[in-house]
């Protein structure tokens, strides 16, 4: 989906049979996300979809339909994956939580491998966690965030065993999120980072908080607490 996937396993033994497959389905989980649910290919049963050359999707597509309109309505429409085209017709566009839910899937093959702790990074998002046995004590990850006004400057460190971390900012990518109330994009400086327990809702509520950081802030606290947000 345009984007670059890396995985960080710890492990005891240095090469392990069983580690080396978990990661193989990890990206082979990946890759099927791509095929059905991508915007950045033409071939993807979404995109076919959309332009009418085809009714017998994956299943995902109807999956991450659903969690779009949960996610409109838990950030208060905050977040949307629905935009306008030329001619004002409405088209779905899921990229901004369909990376956060894929790696959060992906992440579940490595948590049923025993003793091992791992990182999965995605574009600058980060879910960390654990399999069966005693990694569950296993020492915790330091994740660095970058300073949105200096590329390459960490500005924050976040400490996380099991959890993730979502970014969602103008610095890398312009202003690719879009204000829903407006239509049009955010770019003012900074960015809006969200640390919690799922990949997913972090993803969501990053993009939202993005849009609105102060409004997000005070939803988190009643309606999220798990999740806490971080303005750079």
């Known amino acids: 989906m345009g984007t670059a996937v890396s995985v960080h396993v710890r492990a005891v033994e240095p090469t ?6 978990a990661v193989a389905r990890v990206f082979a989980h990946l890759r099927t996300v791509d095929a059905v649910l991508s915007t950045w290919r033409a071939d993807s049963d979404l995109l076919r979809l959309q332009h009418h050359e085809t009714e017998e999707v994956h299943a995902w597509v109807a999956d991450v339909t659903e969690l779009a309109l949960e996610a409109e309505e838990r950030t208060d429409g905050l977040f949307r994956a629905w935009r306008s085209r030329e001619g004002g017709r409405l088209v779905f566009d899921p990229t901004g939580l369909v990376k956060g839910w894929a790696v959060a899937g992906a992440a579940a093959h490595l948590d049923i491998v025993p003793e ?40 924050d460190v976040v400490t996380l065993r099991r959890g993730a971390v979502a970014t969602s900012g103008a610095a890398a990518r312009g202003g690719h999120v ?18 919690g327990p ?19 802030a005070a939803m988190l606290s009643e309606r999220d607490p798990e999740y806490r947000l971080v303005v750079l």
Do not use: K, M, N
């Not at 392990?16 to 497959?21: K, L």
């Not at 879009?178 to 640390?195: A, I």
């Open 116 to 155: 091992v702790a791992y990182s999965i990074g995605a574009g600058g998002d980060v879910v960390v966690g654990a399999g069966r046995g005693p990694s569950a004590t296993a020492p915790v990850w330091r994740i660095g965030l970058e300073d949105p006004t200096r590329s390459g400057r960490v500005a």
């Open 178 to 195: 879009l204000d829903p109330r407006t239509g049009r994009p955010v770019t003012r400086p900074g960015s809006t980072t969200v640390v």
């Open 16 to 21: 392990r049979p069983d580690v080396e497959a």
């Open 198 to 216: 799922d990949l997913q809702w972090a993803d969501v509520w990053a993009t939202a908080a993005w849009v609105d950081p102060e409004r997000v």
